[in-house]
């Protein structure tokens, strides 16, 4: 199964900038890596920082977030919120264990098709490098861990008590 | 409290002739997604968007009872509305409709069929799970309000706005300059059919000052824009004139009386072929006809120490050296921006010498040249006086360069070719084109470009390398030198001339990106703004009742910009006409029962659309005020705010089920 392995990158795009962008990457016909899957969003500051954590709990080998630039956003200031929590979110998911390379944001106005391009293929290479992070196989064995930790836990609680 | 019903789900995948179906293999798509819950048939056909292909959808939502759509094609920032208005007329609910983008990204950006296949039916997984959460929404209606404004008054801001008042229209007029005319005021004749651009414009312009619907408003600029289609709230700064608009007729007395007795400072219309004094009128045809005083020239608002016998011969006392900038709100529902473009600055290019050799022009200047009315008299003279003897005029300055501007801009091959003919008229000199690629495709521009060709006009076909005084021939002694490559010839040649002249590509105004951001619309890489789509919405942008016209957008010539601009002057009829616009229903609402009245959104939000009711002791989103960003939903920590169309179950089950698929 690793052979066949490929990564799987969720993508969340804000509708102004980026998602127009990745439009005329399409209408310019630029060819990029497939492993990217769109999620639309109004505004990148829609972006719960819970969506990128399901999306690595759902088994995405890399997330990638897209918004206006700085001072561009179609709301004025959404961009910058969405900076903010990321910047948060990055510390923690580094934490879990997750690679900075497999998180990305990336500000892409809406006449950049050909960075949509750029990004996507330099973060498929590099996840692609990292290998597959299978968070779901992973909770199982962390699940497994605790499980097998409590266990050890009431024996020997159980022979304290004998 | 769910209404339990059973969610029934069509799904269709669009060939798109073959766009789609030559990269995916939609009927596997189909079946595939016909496996999937809920999911009661599953069809791929040629064309969804035509009329056949809305009439299958709106045929089987009613005989297999669908109450949930999904469509597999093109992008939803083209589609979305066709398909959400044939799920009208079936009686659906429109928002029950959503779709996948498997064509701008699937078939166009993916080589690999296989994989481009997989990717589609995890999207379509994706939209199958969304929509079987989707809530029935209603647009709401906002009234419009008829006045427009037009930002910039060339010839595009001009055609708009008159085209507007004659359909009975108010119209606001902004323009920065102390005159309205932009460009083309510039300009001796037109091509293809050499009529003078004086004689199409002015009249134009004496029926702007005229009309009863415009106001027309000079040395101003829009300073701020709030509010949304059909409700702009508008502060427009006017710089002051010095001068009473009310009580100058325009006689131009005070010109003849200022301290100054001949002009000094460089006649900006003229581009500095001229000198005027601080007191001047930029053009005789200048609408409106009032002076204008140059704070940074005249001696009384520079130092405060002047006899003022300015003030003295005007017997109606219009000079105001009082005056303040003025801050002017205005209310219109939509808004045409025509702020045009500016001309490539030829210093960037040395080799072409423009500023180090006296007789090095550029197109611009030899157009004022060349006008009866211009500094010079309609004489080319080189800058000793005399007569030209040779002119050279070099093609695509700036334009079509990876080193300065990549674009064509699409209007200098024919202003070389006009210009090239007026200049041999007014001086019988010999004229040599240099040109990249003869781009003649207007109507009747390659008939005019035959014309010239039987003219007596010397072509040669080449990229000048290099202008230099440097003679290496007694022939070429005190004459300009054009290095140049004759690519039809194949030799490189130098040809000795007396006067240059650098056709100037077309460039975005300093400002544009201020005007971008202020505006709230987009720009393309080059800096032009982008129009919402190429072929389906070309005067429009990505913000609803903001239109464009001109070169604001793009380079294009006369005949294009007025075109343009009707069309952009024909958006806001429409849009006034219809006299109210639906808002897009993807607003956040408050969940009463579950917000703490913890105050974190009501910071966050950019449009003040959240405030508090301190009895309840919960935020209240104003629905009118909120546009939709959903950037208070992701910050309430209690989960208490929800936006349409994208609350968290729908984002959580789309972002699940994508990536559910192996």
């Known amino acids: 199964m690793s052979e066949q392995w490929d990564p799987k990158i969720l993508a969340i795009f804000c509708n102004w900038c980026t998602y127009t962008a990745a439009d005329l990457a399409g209408v310019s016909r630029l060819k990029y890596e497939p492993n990217v899957r769109v999620v639309r969003v109004m505004c990148s500051g829609r972006i719960d920082p819970q969506f990128v954590l399901t999306a690595f709990a759902s088994g995405a080998d890399g997330v990638l977030i897209g918004g206006c630039h700085p001072g561009d956003c179609h709301y004025v200031e959404g961009n910058y919120k969405t900076l903010r929590r ?36 330099d973060m498929v290479a590099k996840v692609r490098a990292l ?22 836990i009431d024996a020997r609680e159980g022979v304290a008590h004998v | 409290m769910e209404n339990k019903e059973e969610i029934r789900i069509g799904f269709y995948v669009c060939h798109c002739g073959t766009n789609i179906a030559s990269v995916i293999d939609v009927a596997s798509v189909a079946e595939y997604v ?50 959400r208005g044939a799920a009208r007329r079936a009686g659906l609910n429109p928002f029950y409709v959503q779709m996948v983008n498997i064509r701008e990204h699937g078939s166009w950006v993916h080589e690999d069929r296989a994989k481009a296949t997989e990717k589609a039916k995890a999207l379509a997984r994706g939209a199958i799970g969304r929509v079987a959460l989707h809530k029935p929404l209603e647009k709401r209606r906002v009234s419009v309000n ?165 003030v003295d011969a005007c017997d109606r006392g219009a000079i105001r050296f009082d005056q303040k900038p003025e801050h002017i709100q205005i209310e219109v529902g939509s808004v045409i921006i025509a702020t045009g473009y500016k001309t490539f600055d030829p210093r960037r290019m040395p080799q072409y010498g423009y500023g180090q050799y006296e007789n090095v022009f550029t197109s611009l200047e030899v157009e004022r040249m060349v006008t009866a009315s211009g500094p010079t008299g309609g004489h080319i003279a080189l800058r000793n006086g005399e007569k030209p003897k040779s002119i050279g005029l070099i093609y695509c300055v700036g334009s079509r360069d990876n080193r300065y501007n990549k674009w064509c801009s699409r209007v200098c091959c024919m ?11 007014h001086t019988g000199a010999e004229v040599f084109n240099f040109y990249i690629d003869m781009r003649a495709a207007g109507k009747g521009y390659e008939e005019f470009y035959h014309k010239m060709l039987e003219e007596g006009i010397h072509f040669i076909r080449g990229k000048v390398a290099e202008i230099t005084d440097w003679a290496m021939t007694p022939e070429e002694e005190g004459h300009l030198v054009v290095r140049v490559e004759d690519t039809l010839a194949g030799v490189v040649r130098r040809i000795p001339i007396d006067m240059v002249v650098l056709v100037l590509g077309l460039e975005p105004q300093e400002d544009s990106r201020e005007v971008q951001r202020m505006f709230n619309i987009s ?45 952009a002057a024909a958006e806001c009829l429409a849009l006034i006409d219809k006299g109210y616009v639906e808002m897009e229903p993807m607003t956040s609402f408050v969940v009463e029962e579950e917000c703490s009245g913890c105050k974190t959104c009501i910071n966050l939000c950019p449009y003040n659309a959240i405030t508090r009711d301190d009895v309840k ?26 936006q349409n169309l994208f609350e968290d179950d729908e984002i959580f089950r789309e972002i699940q089920e994508v990536l559910a698929y192996v």
């Not at chain 1, 948060?88 to 098709?113: H, N, T, V, Y």
């Not at chain 2, 968007?49 to 094609?73: F, M, Y």
């Not at chain 2, 300073?223 to 009580?247: A, Q, S």
């Not at chain 2, 793009?554 to 601009?565: E, F, H, L, S």
């Open chain 2, 34 to 83: 016909s496996t999937l819950p809920n999911v009661v048939l599953a069809k791929d056909y040629k064309y969804m968007c035509s009329e056949p292909g809305q009439d299958l959808i709106i045929a089987d939502i009613k005989e297999h009872r669908l109450n949930r759509i999904v469509v597999s094609a093109c992008s939803p920032l083209l589609h979305e509305p066709t398909f």
């Open chain 1, 86 to 121: 990321v910047t948060l979110l990055k510390r923690m998911l580094q934490d879990f264990g997750i690679e900075p390379d497999r998180f990305r944001l990336e500000w892409i106005s809406a006449s950049e098709g050909d960075r949509v391009q750029k990004v996507v293929n």
């Open chain 2, 523 to 567: 720009c393309s890489t080059e800096g032009f703004f982008l129009e919402k789509h190429p072929k389906l919405a070309p005067v429009s942008t990505n913000t609803d009742g903001i239109f464009l016209a001109g070169c604001c957008q793009g380079p294009k010539d006369i005949p294009d910009t007025v075109a343009q601009a009707g069309a």
């Open chain 2, 617 to 642: 002791g919960v935020a209240v989103i104003n629905e009118a005020l909120c546009k939709g960003c959903g950037v208070c939903v992701s910050a309430c920590p209690s989960g208490s705010i929800k």
């Open chain 2, 146 to 310: 008829p006045d427009v404004m037009v930002v910039g008054a060339g010839i595009a801001g001009i055609q708009a706005a008159l085209t507007l008042a004659k359909a009975g229209k108010r119209v606001y007029l902004i323009e920065r300059e102390p005159t309205i005319g932009g460009h083309m005021a510039q300009f001796d004749k037109t091509f293809p059919t050499l009529d003078c651009a004086a004689c199409i414009l002015t009249p134009k312009m004496s029926d702007v000052r005229s009309h009863p619907n415009i106001t027309l408003l000079t040395m101003s600029e829009v300073e701020k824009i709030e509010g949304f289609v059909g409700n702009y709230k508008v502060t427009v700064k006017k710089n002051p004139r010095y001068v009473d608009e009310e009580l100058c007729v325009g006689c131009l007395d005070c010109i003849d009386q200022c301290v100054f007795k001949q002009g000094k400072f460089a006649d900006h219309f003229n581009l500095g072929l001229s000198k005027r004094k601080p007191v001047y009128i930029p053009f005789p045809q200048a609408t409106p006809k009032l002076v204008v005083i140059d704070p940074k020239a005249c001696l009384q608002l520079m130092t405060g120490k002047c006899k003022q016998s300015c």
């Open chain 2, 415 to 425: 202003t070389a070719l006009k210009l090239g003919h007026l200049v041999k008229e």
């Open chain 1, 131 to 152: 290998g597959p992070l299978n968070l779901p196989g992973r909770i199982v064995e962390w699940d497994k861990e605790v499980e097998h930790m409590q266990s050890e």
